[in-house]
Nanobody
Framework: QVQLTESGGGLVQAGGSLRISCVVSGRTFSFTTMGWFRQASGKEREFVAAFTWGGSSTFYTDSMKGRFTISRDNAKNTLYLQMNSLKPEDTAVYYC???????????????????WGQGTQVTVSS
């Protein structure tokens, strides 16, 4: 059984930084694509960032580039999202997701992913 577990969320002042983590556990770890999504209260789940071993590439939304960084620690089976210069608009539940394949046209679509964590709350105060 594969599990994704997010952690590291919390309350932070605007302009501050936070790093959230997603630990992958289970019988196997053979994901090709992993991503971060977020969902604010009353809003649709939206894409934040993704990493694929299929092309050894990272992908971000335009609003995240320069502020957010996705990374991977292979030894710890952990995916990270480093968030800097946080804004109140970044307040949301952040989810990690994974899939065992790569599709350059689907990596930003929540419906495409097959594994999900339970999310971690990030709150940015003004």
């Amino acid at each position: 059984q594969v599990q994704l577990t997010e952690s590291g969320g919390g309350l932070v002042q605007a302009g501050g930084s936070l790093r959230i983590s997603c630990v992958v556990s289970g019988r196997t770890f053979s994901f090709t694509t992993m991503g971060w999504f977020r969902q604010a209260s009353g809003k649709e789940r939206e894409f934040v960032a993704a990493f694929t071993w299929g092309g050894s590439s990272t992908f971000y939304t335009d609003s995240m580039k320069g502020r957010f960084t996705i990374s991977r620690d292979n030894a710890k089976n952990t995916l990270y999202l480093q968030m800097n210069s946080l804004k109140p608009e970044d307040t949301a539940v952040y989810y990690c997701a994974a899939r065992n394949t790569w599709n350059p046209g689907r990596y930003a679509s929540p419906e495409w992913y097959t594994y999900w964590g339970q999310g971690t709350q990030v709150t940015v105060s003004s």
